[in-house]
């Protein structure tokens, strides 16, 4: 059964960091690609980033250079670095293994408030 756990949302103060995982299983993590997307209140899922097999990634705009995706697979794990973050980034986060992110976790909020 396919499963992703998504861990290290909080309350941050703008332009602080945060590190968010995403434990995998069920499928095949090392060959897969996977993204990370996330859901402001009131809007719909928003694509922000993907890594492929090869380790190459992709950004939203307004998250490049700010936000870095990474992948441990012996660890089966993914990850979203953070940083400088805004309170337009307040959200829930997904792993998911695909852009739509209709194969998603249950997430991890994330909310930045002074």
């Known amino acids: 059964e396919l499963q992703l756990v998504e861990s290290g949302g909080g309350l941050v103060q703008p332009g602080g960091s945060l590190r968010l995982s995403c434990a995998a299983s069920g499928f095949p993590f090392s060959t897969s690609w996977m993204y990370w997307v996330r859901q402001a209140p009131g809007k719909g899922l928003e694509w922000l980033s993907t890594i492929d097999i090869a380790e190459g990634t992709a950004y939203l705009h307004s998250v490049e250079g700010r936000f870095t995706i990474s992948r441990d697979n012996p660890k089966n794990t993914l990850y979203l670095q953070m940083t400088r973050l805004k309170p337009d980034d307040t959200a829930i986060y997904y792993c998911?293994?695909?852009?739509?992110?209709?194969?998603r976790g249950r997430g991890t909020q994330v909310t930045v408030s002074s």
């Open positions: 998911a293994r695909d852009r739509a992110g209709t194969s």
